[in-house]
């Protein structure tokens, strides 16, 4: 059976006032991004105190933590060239550095996340697959596979999933073309966070084309809506038109039963969040009713 969660930054960046006010609506399953200023698992011994002592007094739970890992450009082979040694040297420095932090990710961060996950009970990590940097759409980089090979290993290892996030002018923007990274990759470890939204961003048409390439390798979903604009670029609304009836009855009749993560981009967030919850609630009723 679905099950619905909420990003806590999505409703406050306080988790417990989020966590509070979720919970009044019957929401107790979240998805942990941002702790006030910081992004997990850049959190104090305090703070994970806190936050366990938080999920006890409302009975609820983490499901899923998002630290944002492999967010960024994954450098070139080798820097840019210049003949003017000004140039030359800060194009090095820019590179050299962008390599160091795909190692932080993978050696520091992920670890990190993962450790945090097991001490919270979550069983998922989200990550996105590396930003394209203008590059074309199309097959990633070699080195792209091995790193999120390696990652997935490690989760595997920690006895968790990682699920990389469609989003726009990533590799893995499109449902197809997440489709082709995960098969890539080829570990059992690698599974999808379906961003419907994210996936309209990037110019396809989510359900049923988008949703139709990923069928079976979902692991969990986004909840927000979009619209295109007058100059062809596309907007997050409250309403817009991504077939959200189809895909969650597609979801269902699949025999999906994962999560469905409310995260509007919106303001105010509250309203928007009660707003979106009181939707996603009637879909999947209405859905789950029409099996």
């Known amino acids: 059976m679905i099950k619905i969660s909420l990003v806590t930054d999505e409703l406050s960046a306080d988790p417990e006032s989020a966590i509070e006010l979720a919970a009044e609506w019957g929401i107790h399953d979240f998805e942990l991004r941002g702790y006030f200023a910081e992004r997990v698992p850049q959190l104090t011994a305090y703070q ?32 840019v060239r210049w003949s003017f040694t000004v140039l030359d040297q800060g194009a090095f420095e820019g590179w050299e ?91 059992p470890a690698l599974r999808v966070n379906w961003d419907p939204g994210n996936a309209f961003c990037a110019g396809e048409r989510p359900f049923p084309g988008g949703y139709a390439a990923l069928r079976g390798l979902i692991q969990h979903v986004h909840f927000k809506d979009a619209r295109r604009t007058a100059d062809g670029g596309a907007e ?11 895909q969650v009855q597609a979801l269902i009749r699949d025999g999906y039963d994962g999560y469905i993560s409310i995260e509007t981009h919106l303001r105010p967030k509250i309203a928007e969040a009660k707003a979106a919850y009181d939707r996603l609630s009637r879909l999947i009723a209405e859905a789950q009713q029409g099996v």
């Open 48 to 79: 994970v105190r806190q936050l366990g002592l938080m999920l006890d007094d409302f009975g609820a739970r983490v499901v899923v933590l998002s630290p944002g890992l492999f967010k960024m450009p994954y450098p070139a082979v080798d820097p």
């Open 236 to 246: 997050f609304v409250a309403r817009g038109e991504i077939d959200w009836q189809g």
């Open 97 to 187: 550095s962008a390599r160091r932090l795909v190692q932080t990710h993978v050696k520091e961060i992920l670890p990190k996340t993962l450790d945090l996950a097991n001490s919270l009970g979550a069983r998922i990590i989200i990550c996105f697959g590396f930003h394209r940097a203008g590059k074309e759409p199309g097959s990633p980089p070699r080195a792209v596979i091995d790193i999120l090979g390696e990652a997935a290993e490690k989760a595997a290892s920690a006895g968790i999933i990682l699920a990389v996030e469609t989003e726009e002018g990533y590799w893995a923007d499109t449902g197809e073309r997440t489709r082709q990274v995960i098969e890539q990759v080829n570990h």
